[in-house]
């Protein structure tokens, strides 16, 4: 009987074929499998806290620059701004500047500066440079056209004499803000640099960046990515970029990023074909920042999830090779669940530490800014204090001035009042004498005599009166050949006893201004006390009074033939205090005041040498049309 030879069965061996095709296979996906749950993990972790970095990081620039907003309109509102613009130059900028200089060094910003109304820089911080704005013309920045339009402006960009990236903040300096067609007379800009919040990124593990609408790289930690463009500009953009000159003539190349994935969570794998950054690939997060019309990115580095996804692919074939050698097939599910959820623990744990400290930094930035509004309405309210104190103080000065004239006239009011008691004492003796002779006519002429001199004597004390009362706060349209009679009636004895000779060169028509009749009056009155003064020791000594009707003002001149003044004084004699007259012969109040009064009614008051021998003070005033009606119209008066 024959047997047919044994054959191995087929089945072991497709088995084993099949195992040999199947567990490298089952290896291969299990590894790619992790791999590819580990980079999806990662990258969310990743993302999670590239979006905590980022929100922080642009918080701190938001509240960098912002703390400088209010200082330009702070600035804007000082006197010593608003007075020299007023006077610009007839001003040393000097005390400006230095001024500008120490609030720059206190708000530690870069640049302060002072531009007028035509977008040239009249003042700046930086005077001493030689890159200093001072002569600049700035009237194509959007910040100085966002300011003289009556707004605050915002500005960023790179300066064109610093070559500096800076922002600025601008507002507009008011010197009549009350009219109905007012506009700015200058613009107060406040510039800052972005070095230092860019330093304070450099400790971060990841790469910040932060565009502009045109999608220009104007911040960034990589110093080589600044003023480079995102994505490669056109021709027509790059022209249209260049004549705004906000960047100056800076090339704008392009950053080389490129786009590798875009995921559902708003963030993208990118690299950098050429650069600083070509070396390794990142995850990039944009947010938005509208306050400034921003966008600032993340671009965090992909090295922690290509080292997790080796790490996964490891563990996985690991955990392969152990299922296959063991049959521990549940045992090792349990534990990669175990790992998953104290990592997804471990990712709480830390999405709560970063949201306790950024809320926790919110409340301290929003202590600091309740701080910091107190403490500038402060220094609002002690401000208006000081105003009111020193609107007071004026008043008093003038009224002081005022009674000094008074002393000064005293004794020509004396010599002016003892002639007609005299008189009066004489003819009351006649009248006496005609009364008891029964001669009533005589006697009743006598009495006509003595009601007539008490009415000059009248006439006297009632010029005093209304040369010591306060003036009122109106402006109303002025005679000016009538404030000039009052001032003479005053002087008439120093006229007189002194043979002073008066000139009068006006117009037949009376000139009218827009002023207060009281404070006009103590200018001239002032002016003409000082003339009469210099001319003491003249041999013919001549009073030359002038009134030129201008286009929109009128110029009043007071004139003498005196010694003149000095060269050196010529600069100073309108400062409080500074007289070249002999100790105990005044204050040095009087011009000082009459400069005050006339900038308060809208001039200004000048000073020169007549060419002939001389000084020449020149009072400049608006110029007012003849009053329709009487009620409108406020001359000096002679009675009390």
Not at 162 to 181: C, H, I, Q
Not at 246 to 253: F, G, V
Not at 281 to 305: C, N, Q, T
Not at 521 to 543: F, T
Request: hydrophobic share 40%; charged share 25%; with cysteine.
């Amino acid at each position: 009987m024959n047997h047919a030879p044994h054959r191995p069965s087929r089945m072991p061996r497709a088995l084993r074929r099949t195992l040999l095709v199947l567990l490298p296979a089952g290896l291969a996906i299990s590894v790619w499998q992790a791999a590819e749950i580990a980079r999806e993990q990662a990258l969310a972790s990743l993302a999670r806290e590239a979006e905590n970095e980022l929100r922080l990081s642009a918080t701190g620039l938001e509240g960098h620059l912002t703390r400088h907003d209010y200082l330009p309109q702070l600035l804007a509102s000082r006197e010593m701004v608003q007075r020299f613009l007023t006077k610009r130059g007839r001003q040393d900028p000097m005390p400006l500047n230095l001024l500008l200089d120490r609030f720059r060094a206190t708000a530690d910003v870069s640049d302060v500066y002072l531009i007028d109304r035509h977008g040239d820089t009249l003042a700046a911080s930086n005077w001493h440079r030689p890159n200093t704005f001072i002569g600049q013309n700035y009237a194509f920045r959007s910040y100085f056209q966002d300011a003289i339009a009556g707004q605050r402006g915002r500005f960023y960009g790179l300066g064109v004499q610093s070559m500096e990236r800076g922002y600025y903040f601008s507002a507009p300096v008011w010197l009549d803000e009350t009219a109905p067609n007012a506009r700015p007379d200058g613009v107060m800009v406040i510039k800052v640099l972005l070095d230092e919040v860019e330093a304070s990124w450099a400790d971060q593990d990841a790469e910040l960046l932060v565009t502009d609408r045109d999608d220009i790289i104007f911040m960034a930690s990589q110093p080589e990515l600044r003023l480079a463009a995102l994505h490669p500009l056109s021709e027509d953009e790059r022209q249209a970029l260049l004549a705004t000159r906000r960047y100056a003539d800076e090339p704008l190349t392009p950053s080389g990023i490129e786009v590798l994935e875009t995921r559902g969570d708003r963030s993208e794998l990118v690299r950098f074909a050429d650069g600083p950054l070509e070396e390794g690939s990142y995850l990039r997060l944009s947010r938005a920042m509208p306050a400034f019309d921003w966008e600032m990115h993340i671009l965090k580095p992909l090295g922690p999830v290509h080292r997790a996804q080796w790490l996964a692919a490891l563990l996985a074939g690991g955990l392969y090779s152990v299922v296959v050698l063991t049959g521990g097939v549940g045992w090792q599910r349990l534990r990669l669940r175990r790992e998953r959820e104290e990592f997804a623990e471990r990712e709480r744990d830390t999405l709560a530490h970063a949201r306790d400290e950024l809320e926790r930094n919110v409340e301290r930035r929003t202590r600091d800014l309740v701080d910091t509004n107190r403490r500038l309405s402060d220094e609002i309210e002690e401000r208006r204090r000081a105003e009111e104190n020193l609107r007071r103080t004026q008043d008093e000065l003038v009224q002081a001035a005022k009674l000094a004239v008074l002393g000064q006239l005293a004794a020509g009011i004396n010599h002016e009042l003892n002639q007609p008691l005299a008189a009066i004492r004489a003819y009351t003796e006649n009248a006496r004498a005609f009364l008891e002779r029964q001669r009533l006519e005589a006697a009743d002429a006598n009495l006509a005599q003595v009601i007539e001199l008490t009415g000059r004597m009248a006439e006297i004390s009632a010029q005093l009166r209304q040369f010591s009362r306060k003036s009122g706060d109106s402006l109303t349209a002025i005679s000016v050949p009538a404030c000039f009679d009052y001032a003479l009636r005053l002087y008439q004895a120093r006229l007189r006893s002194a043979q002073v000779e008066v000139e009068r060169h006006w117009p037949a028509e009376t000139t009218w201004v827009v002023a207060d009749p009281v404070r006009l009056e103590q200018v001239l009155v002032n002016l003409i006390g000082n003339a009469l003064q210099a001319m003491s020791d003249s041999p013919r000594p001549r009073l030359i009074l002038t009134i030129e009707p201008l286009e929109t003002d009128v110029a009043i001149g007071v004139a003498d033939t005196g010694p003149g003044i000095a060269e050196e004084h010529l600069g100073r004699i309108f400062e409080p205090f500074f007289t070249t007259k002999a100790p105990g012969s005044g204050l040095g109040l009087g011009l000082s005041i009459s400069s005050r009064i006339v900038d308060d009614l809208g001039g200004h008051l000048t000073a020169a040498n007549r060419p002939g021998g001389g000084a020449c003070f020149t009072v400049t005033l608006p110029r007012a049309t003849t009053p329709a009606t009487p009620s409108s119209t406020q001359e000096p008066s002679t009675h009390a």
